[in-house]
């Protein structure tokens, strides 16, 4: 018999498949207070939360026979993930039963901001009959932007066009095919903002879309557009909205995220023009039973056929694993990282080769970290090791693994290639007896760098002076290089240098170096979770981090 926790507020029919398990015993102990949870964990095997309770650290030393903890719902952010992964405890999550519930309530958000349903029914219900003040727009024949085409934004460009909507879909994944099974308009960031008179999000947060909609973007947008996120707090930059609807270049936006949660910024609770709910997306009856049915129906198929779907972390490696795999794992994020950063968009194909020693391995966890790596760019903490096949699939991305006896000139060695139609990036890397990881390919250059956290990639002809150049105007910002390594295919023709540096560079920088007469391309590589490489100074709790 398996025992089952619940601790918060969970849908009794949601839960009734663990209910009904012969093997199952559930327990409800809803706002069980943190000391007397401390005490009665160690008894069970599995644990359901919502957003109450706090797994903490501390709280997991109690748990020694905890195998499973299942966060009804899709935010792990109270839970820790990486005290749970090292006790070996798997953590899932239920990421697409909201999708519905968020779907709908991104519709009633555009359509309360189109007809001003909200101010209406405030003025209204305080007493007054004002049929003047309220004259809406209709949505039919209108143009929707739809910024990120995952399942919830699908789902709203479907809808959408029911009611006669016009609809443009930016995502970096999103393939023509698709685009035209969809019925949409495959479309970049500036057109959406040019032509979209409604403007709806749904993509993650990730470095790349914190202040997506940003100053800038905004004075691209047409006059008079409207703007609806139900995605997360941050992609669009509030002080930068506010002063867009204030000057009436903005018509209206409706929030249910925000930066900070609770909110509490008088100037988006009190402007007349922006609608606010307080993170509704999810809050459904139905939404709430499929999360609780989604994370029981997997508890049942962890302890029962060991099979994993949605975890949020990765069980641990045998010893020996870890201890022969460890530079080859932080090494494969590294280059899935950096090769999808070079390529600037998303893929349609992945190709993974394997030499030397390498062959005789199994490698499929180290293909798996190379496309989290690549995934992750875009789809940032969404994407792990249990799901990255799931989602290259869904992305509708290719992927190919081949391992070849031909000797490439080192004991190891592993090239990355991932492509567009005929555009392809590509990074070739290796280990080195008593030197550690190195980068020895970038595209048909070869090369000689190790992974650092911050890399400087310059395209540049083959002339002399160049590094002079590079090496002076850096030093002019500041700037200080770690090292400096020159790659060239043929003598006078174009060639490559690579720098390591001890910090990022700002935009500044980067738009000098652009400007340097015989550049061609200038290009800053950071690398997320970096893990130095040195032989022998791998931690493999950093190991486990990345997994």
């Given at each position: 018999?398996?025992?089952?926790l619940v601790t918060d507020g969970i849908s009794d029919t949601g839960l009734k498949a663990l209910f009904d398990h012969p093997h199952f015993i559930v327990d409800r102990q809803p706002t069980l207070p943190t000391e007397e949870l401390k005490k009665i964990i160690g008894m069970y095997d599995a644990l359901i939360v919502r957003s109450q309770t706090k797994v903490t650290e501390e709280l997991l030393q109690e748990a020694s026979g905890l195998r499973v903890i299942a966060r009804a719902g899709v935010g792990v952010d109270n839970i820790d993930v990486?005290?749970?992964?090292?006790?070996?405890?798997?953590?899932?999550?239920?990421?697409?039963?909201?999708?519905?519930?968020?779907?709908?309530?991104?519709?009633?958000?555009?359509?309360?901001?189109?007809?001003?349903?909200?101010?209406?029914?405030?003025?209204?219900?305080?007493?007054?009959?004002?049929?003047?003040?309220?004259?809406?727009?209709?949505?039919?024949?209108?143009?929707?932007?739809?910024?990120?085409?995952?399942?919830?934004?699908?789902?709203?460009?479907?809808?959408?066009?029911?009611?006669?909507?016009?609809?443009?879909?930016?995502?970096?994944?999103?393939?023509?095919?698709?685009?035209?099974?969809?019925?949409?308009?495959?479309?970049?960031?500036?057109?959406?903002?040019?032509?979209?008179?409604?403007?709806?999000?749904?993509?993650?947060?990730?470095?790349?879309?914190?202040?997506?909609?940003?100053?800038?973007?905004?004075?691209?947008?047409?006059?008079?557009?409207?703007?609806?996120?139900?995605?997360?707090?941050?992609?669009?930059?509030?002080?930068?909205?506010?002063?867009?609807?204030?000057?009436?270049?903005?018509?209206?936006?409706?929030?249910?995220?925000?930066?900070?949660?609770?909110?509490?910024?008088?100037?988006?609770?009190?402007?007349?023009?922006?609608?606010?709910?307080?993170?509704?997306?999810?809050?459904?009856?139905?939404?709430?039973?499929?999360?609780?049915?989604?994370?029981?129906?997997?508890?049942?198929?962890?302890?029962?056929?060991?099979?994993?779907?949605?975890?949020?972390?990765?069980?641990?490696?045998?010893?020996?694993?870890?201890?022969?795999?460890?530079?080859?794992?932080?090494?494969?994020?590294?280059?899935?990282?950096?090769?999808?950063?070079?390529?600037?968009?998303?893929?349609?194909?992945?190709?993974?080769?394997?030499?030397?020693?390498?062959?005789?391995?199994?490698?499929?966890?180290?293909?798996?970290?190379?496309?989290?790596?690549?995934?992750?760019?875009?789809?940032?903490?969404?994407?792990?090791?249990?799901?990255?096949?799931?989602?290259?699939?869904?992305?509708?991305?290719?992927?190919?693994?081949?391992?070849?006896?031909?000797?490439?000139?080192?004991?190891?060695?592993?090239?990355?290639?991932?492509?567009?139609?005929?555009?392809?990036?590509?990074?070739?890397?290796?280990?080195?007896?008593?030197?550690?990881?190195?980068?020895?390919?970038?595209?048909?250059?070869?090369?000689?760098?190790?992974?650092?956290?911050?890399?400087?990639?310059?395209?540049?002809?083959?002339?002399?002076?160049?590094?002079?150049?590079?090496?002076?105007?850096?030093?002019?910002?500041?700037?200080?290089?770690?090292?400096?390594?020159?790659?060239?295919?043929?003598?006078?023709?174009?060639?490559?240098?690579?720098?390591?540096?001890?910090?990022?560079?700002?935009?500044?920088?980067?738009?000098?170096?652009?400007?340097?007469?015989?550049?061609?391309?200038?290009?800053?590589?950071?690398?997320?979770?970096?893990?130095?490489?040195?032989?022998?100074?791998?931690?493999?709790?950093?190991?486990?981090?990345?997994?």
């Amino acid at each position: 018999m398996y025992k089952v926790l619940v601790t918060d507020g969970i849908s009794d029919t949601g839960l009734k498949a663990l209910f009904d398990h012969p093997h199952f015993i559930v327990d409800r102990q809803p706002t069980l207070p943190t000391e007397e949870l401390k005490k009665i964990i160690g008894m069970y095997d599995a644990l359901i939360v919502r957003s109450q309770t706090k797994v903490t650290e501390e709280l997991l030393q109690e748990a020694s026979g905890l195998r499973v903890i299942a966060r009804a719902g899709v935010g792990v952010d109270n839970i820790d993930v990486n005290a749970a992964t090292r006790k070996g405890i798997i953590v899932i999550n239920a990421p697409g039963a909201n999708t519905i519930a968020a779907t709908e309530h991104t519709l009633a958000m555009m359509l309360s901001l189109a007809r001003k349903i909200p101010q209406a029914h405030q003025k209204t219900s305080s007493g007054e009959w004002d049929r003047n003040s309220f004259k809406g727009v209709e949505l039919y024949k209108k143009t929707l932007g739809v910024i990120g085409m995952g399942k919830i934004g699908a789902e709203v460009a479907k809808r959408a066009k029911s009611f006669g909507m016009n609809i443009l879909g930016f995502d970096p994944y999103l393939t023509d095919d698709r685009a035209k099974k969809l019925g949409i308009t495959k479309a970049s960031l500036d057109l959406v903002a040019g032509e979209s008179d409604f403007i709806t999000i749904h993509t993650p947060l990730t470095n790349d879309t914190k202040g997506l909609i940003n100053e800038e973007y905004l004075q691209k947008t047409k006059k008079g557009v409207r703007l609806i996120n139900c995605a997360r707090g941050g992609i669009i930059d509030e002080k930068a909205l506010v002063r867009a609807v204030q000057s009436g270049h903005v018509a209206g936006a409706a929030l249910d995220v925000f930066e900070k949660e609770p909110v509490s910024d008088p100037e988006l609770l009190q402007n007349p023009n922006i609608i606010v709910t307080p993170h509704l997306g999810a809050s459904t009856v139905e939404a709430q039973e499929k999360v609780a049915q989604e994370v029981s129906a997997e508890i049942i198929e962890i302890f029962e056929s060991q099979s994993v779907h949605h975890a949020v972390n990765m069980p641990q490696m045998s010893g020996e694993t870890q201890a022969k795999m460890q530079p080859y794992l932080a090494l494969g994020d590294q280059i899935g990282q950096l090769v999808v950063q070079l390529f600037k968009k998303a893929p349609a194909k992945i190709e993974i080769n394997y030499y030397g020693d390498l062959i005789e391995e199994d490698t499929e966890l180290l293909n798996r970290i190379m496309i989290k790596g690549i995934l992750s760019y875009h789809l940032s903490d969404s994407v792990n090791l249990i799901n990255a096949l799931h989602l290259l699939k869904e992305q509708g991305v290719s992927y190919n693994v081949q391992k070849n006896a031909t000797n490439k000139g080192f004991a190891n060695y592993m090239e990355l290639t991932i492509s567009q139609g005929d555009e392809k990036a590509k990074i070739g890397a290796t280990v080195l007896n008593g030197y550690g990881a190195r980068i020895v390919k970038i595209n048909q250059y070869r090369i000689d760098v190790k992974p650092e956290e911050h890399l400087l990639y310059i395209k540049h002809k083959d002339v002399p002076g160049m590094i002079g150049k590079v090496g002076s105007l850096l030093g002019d910002y500041e700037i200080n290089i770690g090292t400096m390594q020159v790659g060239r295919a043929a003598v006078g023709g174009e060639a490559i240098m690579v720098l390591t540096l001890d910090k990022t560079l700002n935009t500044n920088v980067l738009q000098a170096l652009n400007l340097t007469v015989g550049i061609e391309e200038v290009q800053l590589l950071e690398l997320e979770n970096f893990i130095p490489s040195e032989p022998g100074q791998i931690d493999p709790q950093k190991v486990e981090s990345l997994l």
